[in-house]
């Protein structure tokens, strides 16, 4: 029997996007550490072209675009596919859809039905085997799910982070592995509070953050959306729709349009980026809207009742990588993108039209995308002739969890209020 080659891990250095100093990773860098002000770093990959790995499985043909030390078990790639029904409806000659989720008959098998999985296959395959700390996630439901799921396949130590009303986006096919722990913010809670007590719980050096959109592990995972829409299309998209909370998926996608530009293959970068919220939570909206690199004013209180009102809760940050060097604010001028908005009526009634057209369902997130791409159309910011990727981050949840699931209740509930001391002490009781 022929045994598998080793992996090599891959090779790239960091850049700091706002300087462009280039400098080597020290295994968990999120920052340049000669850095005198707030900016996002970058993977500088030795391999410039873009060549998907044929000896590879899953969402790991694509390592060569990844900062990867190994790779993981039971991973999956978004698939990419020409739309017809949907395209049809809105009258779109080359309308793509870029999915991560649930629907075997396309080739998409993400247990979790979402593209967060992308983020936790690579963040985890960035983790070193001989790391001893355990691994700190904050999130607001998909991410949670997704790193849960990863961590208990690989044996990866974890505790995960979540506002306690959002438990419900906790369902597993089994039941998970002694490695991953969950604690939550208390009843009332939202993301930022969650991210409070991840903060707290790394104040010990026996745990770390996995980093959010400073992890380039988070967003070149993220970014092989648009690398299944290339390897597809041979080309970069015109125009990005995505849904967002932290904008991040999005600033992975233009960091990877830059990649396939450079190789000189796959067009001029020229895609506009489109984003889109769900209304009344419209930090982000509402900053771009003002034409200022900073975020609007948000209370405490605003944005934990407006969370609690929307049905796409993942797109609830409000603490996102925006104002940044590299961050969604420069992705958004630089494109010539725009934001929208949709309604928890606009998620229904296109979670009703998309499943007739093409034939699954999607998760609120992914329908909020579909919103603003039919606003887009409405409003002639598209043509029928461009080349549109629709970035459709979840679904097939329906389906998925028809084959049964179970629940992972939170280990502990905290208040993000307690001393970080306490956090910790009471977290080191779970191992």
Known sequence: MKLPKKFTPTGYKLASVVT??????????????????????????????????GDLKGIYRYADWMPVKRTLKKSCAPVTY???????????????????????????????????????FSVCARLDRKEKRTLVVQSAGNTARAFAQVCSDNDIPVVICIPEDNKHDLWFHHKLNKCVKVIAAPH???????????????????????????????????????????????????????AVGSGTGAIAAWENAERLAADGRFSENRMRVYVSQNKPFTLLYDSWKACSRELAAITPEQGRRQAEVILAKVLSNRKPPYGIAGGLFDVLSRSGGDMFLASNDDIIYWLLQFRNLEGYDLLPAACVAVASLASAVKEGRVGKDDYIMLNCTGGGALAAMGRGYTLKEPDLVLSPELPAEEVVRRVNELF
């Open 82 to 120: 020409k739309s017809k029904g949907l395209a049809k409806y809105l009258g779109l000659n080359n309308l793509y859809i870029t999915f991560s989720g649930w629907n075997p008959k396309i080739g998409a098998k993400m247990q979790t039905c979402s593209f967060k999985e992308t983020e936790a």
């Open 20 to 53: 462009g100093r280039v400098f080597d990773d020290a295994g968990w860098t999120l920052d340049d550490p000669e850095g005198s002000s707030p900016s996002l770093v970058r993977a500088v990959y030795d391999q410039k072209s873009f060549n998907p790995r």
């Open 188 to 242: 009332g809670s939202d993301y930022y509070d969650a991210i409070t007590l991840g903060e707290k719980l790394a104040s010990d050096p026996g745990y770390f953050l996995e980093g959010g959109a400073k992890n380039v592990a988070r967003r070149d995972g993220m970014g092989t959306t648009i690398l299944s829409f290339a390897e597809k299309v041979k080309r970069i998209p015109d125009a990005y729709f995505q």
